[in-house]
C-alpha cells in the first residue's frame, strides 16, 4: 500500500492528485492523510473531490473519507476502463487541474476515455487556463505519445465558475520518453486572448494588443488570435495564452487572467513579461510545463530531460513522489542560469 504523508513537499493538492494516478495505474491501493495540509483551508475542496470520485470512475475503484474537508483518504483501484464520464465541480475549482489529475489514469485504459466536466472554472488563479492545457501542455505531450484533445463548451471564470470542457483520450500502454536539450530559434510566437461577455470594452482586443506592442519592443512578431466569446451567460471574465516554437521543437508558455482592479492592457503585459522571461533564458519546458511533465516522464520507459530556469515547490514535490512511489531516479544539475532535470533510463 502508498501511504503518503500530505503535509510533505508542497503539502498542496498535488500530492493527492499525483497519488491517486499513480494508485490507479499501478494498482496498489492508496492512504493518504494531512491532504493539502499547507493550505489556509485544508483538506478536500470540491474539485478535489470531483478529482477523486471521477477517479474511483475510471478504475471502479473502493474509496473511503471523500467529503468536503476531509484530511484523510483510502483508494483501492481496480482496472482502468474507457467509458463515457461525466463530472461536475459545482463551484469556480480549477477544471484544468482535474484533468491533471485523470489525465495519466486515462492513458491506462483498455478503452477510449470522454470526460465531460462541467461547473467549473476553466480560467482561475493558481491553475493554468484551459488554453494552456489546450495549445501547449497536450502539445507537449504528443512528443511523448499522448493522443488527448480539450472541446471548451463554455469558459468558466471566479467566483461562479459555470465553465465547461470536454476531454477525450485515447489510452496508450506505452509513453515514449521525450528529451528537450536544445532552445533552438523562434520561429512562431502566437496566443490566444479570450473575454466572455466584455466585448462592448474590446477586452480581448486590449489584452492582445498589449501583449503584442510588448513581445515587439523585444524583438518578437506575435499573433494572437481574439476572441469574444458568449458561452457562459453566468460569470463574464477573461484570460490570455500565449506560446512560442521553435526549429528543435521546443514550446514554451504563459498566460494570465483578468481580475477585478486589474486592466486589460495590465492582463496582456503580464502574461508577455511571462513568456519573455522563457525565451530569455532558453527555457526548453516553461515554469508551469516543468513539474506537469514529471509524472510522465517516471512512467515513460527511457531517458528523459529538459532545461528550466526555476525549481519550483510544485516540481520538487512531484520528483519527490515519483522517486517513492514509481523508485524512479531524477537529478538536477545547474547548467549556466538552467537547471537540467534528467529521468535516467
Known amino acids: 500500500m502508498f501511504e503518503i504523508d500530505g503535509s510533505q513537499k508542497s503539502g498542496s493538492g498535488t500530492v493527492l492528485r499525483l497519488s491517486v494516478a499513480l494508485s490507479a495505474i499501478t494498482g496498489c491501493p492508496l492512504h493518504i492523510f494531512n491532504i493539502r495540509y499547507n493550505r489556509p483551508k485544508s483538506g478536500l475542496k470540491p474539485q478535489h473531490l470531483e478529482s477523486l470520485l471521477t477517479a474511483r470512475k475510471l478504475c471502479n475503484a473502493e474509496l473511503k473519507g471523500a467529503k468536503i474537508g476531509s484530511k484523510e483518504i483510502w483508494f483501492k483501484p481496480n482496472k482502468i476502463k474507457g467509458a463515457n464520464i461525466k463530472a461536475e465541480i459545482g463551484t469556480a475549482g480549477s477544471i484544468s487541474a482535474l484533468i491533471m489529475a485523470v489525465l495519466p489514469i486515462c492513458l491506462f485504459a483498455n478503452n477510449p476515455v470522454k470526460l465531460n466536466i462541467t461547473k467549473g472554472g476553466t480560467d482561475v488563479l493558481y491553475s493554468p487556463t484551459i488554453n494552456f492545457m489546450r495549445f501547449i501542455f497536450l502539445e507537449t505531450l504528443k512528443k511523448m505519445g499522448v493522443r488527448a484533445s480539450i472541446q471548451v463548451n463554455s469558459y468558466g471564470y471566479y467566483p461562479k ?14 509513453l515514449q520518453p521525450i528529451q528537450l536539450e536544445q532552445f533552438g530559434k523562434v520561429q512562431h510566437v502566437e496566443g490566444i486572448s479570450v473575454s466572455t461577455f466584455l466585448k462592448k470594452r474590446n477586452v480581448a482586443e486590449r489584452q492582445a494588443m498589449s501583449a503584442t ?3 515587439k519592443s523585444k524583438g518578437y512578431a506575435a499573433h494572437i488570435k481574439i476572441v469574444y466569446d458568449r458561452s457562459n451567460p453566468y460569470q463574464k471574465g477573461s484570460s490570455i495564452t500565449l506560446w512560442a516554437k521553435t526549429d528543435t521543437g521546443v514550446l514554451v508558455g504563459a498566460d494570465a487572467i483578468g481580475i477585478i482592479n486589474k486592466s486589460s492592457e495590465e492582463v496582456g ?22 513539474d506537469m511533465l514529471i509524472p510522465f516522464m517516471a512512467i515513460a520507459k527511457g531517458k528523459s530531460s529538459f532545461l528550466t530556469r526555476v525549481i519550483s515547490d510544485h516540481l520538487e514535490t512531484n520528483i519527490w513522489l515519483m522517486e517513492n512511489l514509481l523508485n524512479s531516479h531524477f537529478s538536477i544539475n545547474k547548467i549556466g542560469n538552467l537547471y537540467r532535470i534528467t529521468k535516467s533510463d
Do not use: C, R, W
Open 269 to 290: 503585459l503580464e502574461a508577455s513579461k511571462k513568456l519573455f522571461h522563457e525565451l530569455q533564458s532558453n527555457s526548453t519546458v516553461d515554469v508551469n510545463v516543468s
Open 161 to 174: 465558475g459555470m465553465g465547461e470542457v470536454t476531454l477525450i483520450i485515447n489510452p496508450t500502454n506505452f
Open 213 to 215: 506592442n510588448y513581445l
